[in-house]
């Protein structure tokens, strides 16, 4: 179909939308189904105290000060920005070698999210990507966008144009809402976009992905912001669940609505720095695997997703990090000697992010 040409709900129906185009949902393979190719991050870095770390925050990231940018993620300007089309083709195709084949997308939109990057990623990999459209937390806002005079129905309008005409000069299409930014509490605001993500479903068909509020109650009340504004929550993605959910009977609440539980934070170490408040012990991968056992364990295999969220340059693969090979070199192994079988992998990997990325 022509760039620019907008498209109905039955052009979507059943398709998979990437930045080159619709796909047969069979041709997505491998897919991680929460990433960040290209984010600008400047608005949240943190400026240390310290004169000595005040230095450490405005140089690249590099070996000699890696060990403080790890533990200070959000003081170190550079590490918070991922920009560059040459490094991010290099490290998709590591990914490739592994055996993956599709990645969303999900940074926000005005947070660096370079729909024509994507494309050139995509067509420089070989690989499928999926662009998302969304709003990110409150904080994140500029004043130009004047998020306190928009309405619900003048931000689904644009998450609808992204999806069914597209954005920039070349009209590349979103194939998801997400991620939808949420605090704890849910600000007016964030509750708007939310209802705007929910309007938007219901013309697209699209899945929507949301980041709750760190907060063990941030994912049920989302839920329940969506149900009473008839979203589709069997087509709906609950981020972060290692961040946010310290409890299993939580988890098993969460799951009994339908949405799927997103374990995205593989690679990460578990620690996570003073300045990001979160109310549970984050798990490590190991931690992580038990977790989602449990749920299996529950009957929930359908109904869940697993990924990185790689979003600043620490996590690379070219600065020591796991990148976006990492659940398929080190993590699925580890799922097989804990007695995840061969049959659930396929599920976590392929089965599940098909059918939550089709449109309905």
């Known amino acids: 179909m022509e760039r620019g040409i907008k498209l109905e709900r039955t052009d979507l129906k059943g398709k998979i939308q990437t930045v080159l185009g619709l796909v047969d949902p069979h041709n997505l393979g491998t897919t991680l189904p929460h990433e ?5 991050g400047r608005n949240w870095f943190i400026e240390p105290d310290e004169s000595d770390e005040k230095e450490l925050a405005y140089q690249p990231v590099s070996i000699k000060n890696l060990s403080w940018v790890r533990s200070h993620r959000m003081s170190n300007l550079d590490n918070i920005q991922l920009a560059s089309e040459e490094v991010a083709i290099n490290e998709v195709i590591y990914f490739k070698k592994a055996g993956g084949n599709t990645i969303v997308n999900l940074t926000p939109n005005k947070c660096g999210r370079n729909p024509l990057g994507l494309v050139h990623v995509a067509q ?3 690989i499928n990507v999926i662009m998302g459209t969304a709003y990110y937390v409150e904080p994140s806002y500029k004043p130009e966008m004047n998020m306190d005079s928009r309405t619900e129905e003048d931000i689904a309008d644009e998450f609808i ?8 000069n070349r009209k590349v299409r979103a194939g998801i809402i997400g991620e939808i930014g949420c605090s704890w509490p849910l600000t007016n605001n964030e509750r708007k976009v939310l209802h705007a993500a929910s309007i938007a479903q219901q013309a697209t068909g699209a899945a929507i992905s949301v980041h709750p509020g760190p907060n063990e109650g941030a994912p049920l009340e989302i839920v329940k912001v969506l149900t009473n504004v008839g979203a589709d929550l069997k087509h709906t993605i609950i981020s972060h669940m290692s961040r946010t959910i310290a409890s299993h009977n939580t988890r098993c609440k969460l799951a009994e609505n339908g949405c799927y539980l997103e ?3 593989f690679g990460n170490d578990g620690f996570y720095p003073p300045s990001e408040v979160t109310p549970v012990d984050v798990p490590n991968d190991a931690g992580r695997i038990r977790q989602i056992i449990q749920i299996i364990e529950e009957g929930y295999l359908s109904q869940i997703l697993i990924s990185h969220d790689v979003w600043n340059k620490a996590m690379l693969r070219c600065l020591g990090g796991g990148g976006y090979s990492h659940i398929l070199t080190t993590v699925i192994p580890f799922m097989q000697q804990k007695g995840i079988t061969e049959k659930q992998i396929h599920s ?4 599940n992010p098909r059918r939550a990325l089709s449109f309905t």
């Open 124 to 126: 420089d990999t070989g």
């Open 161 to 168: 144009r992204d999806i069914t005409v597209g954005v920039s």
């Open 263 to 265: 374990w995205d934070m």
């Open 36 to 40: 960040h190719l290209f984010v600008d």
């Open 348 to 351: 976590l990997i392929i089965e």
